[in-house]
C-alpha cells in the first residue's frame, strides 16, 4: 500500500510490519485521548508545536501503529525535529503527497482489513472441516485432538471428567492443566467432584507462561464436565486460532454426548438380556445380543458384583448390567445401584483386578434361570461381606465354608440373636445361663460333658437349662429350637 499510495518513509524501522486497525486523521496538538492505539494517524501539521519529541512520545506511548504526514498544505516538507523525534522513538513516519487524499488511505487500509478478515475467515473454515474429517475417522476424538494440534502449531490433550490424560500429543504439558483442575475444586482433590462441590464451571481456562500458552474447555452439557481438552502453543492464540479450537470442542463435545447416548442403549440391551436368561429365554437372549455384535460367556460362568461406579470398568471386560431392585439385600439397596458381570470362569480374577472397589463373586453356574438366579444373590452376598469386611475381593465360596452364620447379612444376624438371647443376658442371678447353653449346645445336649466344660455338677447344669427352658419359652428338646439358639450364639459371638 505505501509505493501504490505514493507514501514515502522518513524515519522509524527499516521494514514496515506495523500492525495497523485503522485509520484516524486529526491536528491536535495530543490527539492521544481520541485514539485505542494501532492506528494510523494522519496529519498536516496544521498545530504542531516546536517540541515535537514531545508530540511523538505521546503517540508512542498511545501505541500508535504510524504516523502519516501530509506535504503542501501547512509544511512544504517534513519538518526535520519530526523526522528526528521520530527516528529516535521507533516510530515509523510516512511522508503524504499533496495528490494523495487522506481518504483515499482509509478506504486502502479498511479494504486490507476487509480482506484480511476474509481471509481468517476461510482459514477458520477450512481448519473447521479438516477437523470435522478427523472427527469421522475411525480414531474419533484421537484423531481431533491430533487434528487440533497441527491446526495449533502446537499440542493438544484429551482428559477424562477426573483429569486424567486419555490421549496427547508429543510435547503436551498437561501438568499445568491436571493441576489447575484441581485446584479449581476446592474440598474435593479432583476435578470430577466439582458439582459435587457446587463449584461453577468456566466456560473456558486460560493459561499462561514463559513461552506458553494454554487453553482448556470443559466437555459436555451441565455442571458436571465428561472431560476436558487442553491445547498449547508457543505463541498467544490469534481470533483464527480461537475459533478453531472451539470448533474442535463443539465436535469433542458431541462425540461425547453420542457416546453417552450409545452407550444407555447399550446398556437397557443388556438389561433386556438379563431378563431373558432369567425368564429361561437363553437362546433369545443370546440371538439379540449376538445382533448387536456381542456374546455371552460360555457355561459354566461366574457372576461378579461391585458398586455402580465399577460399570465403566467392567462393561470394557465383560456382559455387564446395572442392578436396583426390590431382590437386592438391604445392605446393597442402602450402598445403591450395584453392578454385576457375567464372566467365563478363567477371566474372572482377572476382570476382578481391574475394578476398583469392592467385589463378590458367585459360584460357578449355568444359563439356568434357576442356577443364575441364584449366582445372582451369590455375588451379591459377597459383595455385601466384601463392603462389611472392608475386603477387595470375596467369593461366595468362602462364606459357604463359614457355615450358615457366613451367609446371613451381620446387622440382622446380630438383632436376632440379641432379640433371642435377651431374656438370658437379663437375668439377676450369678449363673451365666448364656454359656451354659452355649457349652450344652456344643456338647449335643450331653450333660456330663457339658457340666464338665463348665466345671459344675450335671444337676446343676440341668437346672440351668430348666430356667434357659422356662425364661425362653421354648422346648430345649425340639431340633428346630436347638438351631436358632445356635445360630444366635454364633452371632453374639462374632466380630461387630
Known amino acids: 500500500m505505501v509505493r501504490r499510495m505514493g507514501l514515502r518513509p522518513l524515519a522509524g ?251 444407555s442403549a447399550e446398556r437397557r440391551t443388556r438389561s433386556a438380556v438379563l431378563e431373558l436368561l432369567l425368564a429361561g429365554a437363553a437362546d433369545q437372549a443370546h440371538a439379540v445380543l449376538g445382533r448387536l455384535g456381542g456374546r455371552l460367556p460360555d457355561a459354566p460362568l461366574l457372576v461378579l458384583a461391585t458398586d455402580a461406579d465399577g460399570l465403566d470398568t467392567l462393561e470394557t471386560r465383560a456382559f455387564t448390567v446395572l442392578i436396583d431392585d426390590a431382590a437386592t439385600t438391604a445392605a446393597a439397596r442402602a450402598a445403591g445401584p450395584m453392578a454385576v458381570a457375567l464372566v467365563a470362569r478363567a477371566a474372572a480374577d482377572t476382570v476382578a483386578r481391574e475394578v476398583d472397589g469392592p467385589v463378590g463373586i458367585s459360584l460357578p453356574a449355568g444359563y439356568d434361570p434357576v442356577a443364575l438366579r441364584g449366582a445372582l444373590d451369590q455375588a451379591r452376598r459377597a459383595l455385601d461381606a466384601a463392603r462389611s469386611r472392608q475386603a477387595r475381593v470375596v467369593r461366595f465360596g468362602e462364606l459357604a465354608g463359614q457355615g450358615l452364620l457366613g451367609l446371613l447379612e451381620p446387622a440382622a444376624a446380630q438383632a436376632f440373636s440379641a432379640a433371642l438371647l435377651a431374656p438370658l443376658a437379663e437375668y439377676g442371678s450369678r449363673a451365666d445361663l448364656i454359656e451354659s447353653l452355649r457349652a450344652y449346645l456344643d456338647c449335643n445336649g450331653h450333660w456330663d460333658a457339658a457340666a464338665q466344660r463348665l466345671g459344675v455338677h450335671r444337676h446343676t447344669l440341668r437346672y440351668r437349662m430348666k430356667r434357659v427352658a422356662e425364661l425362653l419359652g421354648r422346648d430345649l428338646d425340639d431340633p428346630g429350637v436347638r438351631a436358632e439358639l445356635w445360630l444366635a450364639l454364633q452371632a453374639a459371638a462374632a466380630p461387630r
Open 13 to 263: 524501522p527499516a521494514s514496515l510490519h506495523a500492525v495497523v486497525r485503522w485509520v484516524a486523521v486529526s491536528e491536535l496538538a495530543d490527539p492521544t485521548p481520541y485514539l485505542e492505539g494501532d492506528e494510523l494517524l494522519l496529519t498536516t501539521g496544521m498545530r504542531l508545536e516546536a517540541d515535537m519529541s514531545g508530540y511523538v512520545a505521546r503517540l508512542v506511548a498511545r501505541g500508535v501503529a504510524g504516523l502519516g504526514f501530509g506535504v503542501g498544505v501547512s509544511h512544504e516538507e517534513v519538518p526535520a525535529a519530526l523526522v528526528e523525534a521520530a527516528d529516535q522513538a521507533g516510530l515509523p513516519l510516512l511522508e503524504v503527497p499533496r495528490e494523495t487524499p487522506f481518504i483515499a488511505i482509509g478506504k486502502a487500509v479498511s479494504e486490507l482489513l476487509a480482506a484480511e478478515q476474509y481471509e481468517e475467515i476461510t482459514r477458520a473454515f477450512a481448519a473447521q472441516g479438516r477437523l470435522t474429517r478427523a472427527a469421522l475417522r475411525p480414531e474419533g476424538m484421537h484423531a481431533v485432538i491430533d487434528r487440533l494440534a497441527k491446526e495449533v502449531g502446537g499440542w493438544a490433550a484429551l482428559l477424562d471428567e477426573t483429569g486424567e490424560v486419555r490421549h496427547a500429543t508429543r510435547g503436551a504439558h498437561t501438568d499445568a492443566v491436571t493441576a489447575e483442575l484441581t485446584r479449581l475444586a476446592p474440598g474435593t482433590g479432583q476435578p470430577a467432584q466439582w458439582a459435587a462441590a457446587e463449584v461453577r464451571l468456566p466456560a473456558s481456562l486460560a493459561l499462561s507462561g514463559p513461552g506458553e500458552h494454554i487453553v482448556v474447555q470443559p466437555l459436555g452439557g451441565g455442571t458436571r464436565p465428561r472431560g476436558f481438552f487442553a491445547v498449547g502453543a508457543k505463541e498467544p492464540f490469534s481470533p483464527v486460532t480461537h475459533t478453531v479450537i472451539n470448533a474442535a470442542g463443539s465436535l469433542l463435545t458431541l462425540a461425547v454426548e453420542q457416546g453417552r447416548a450409545h452407550r
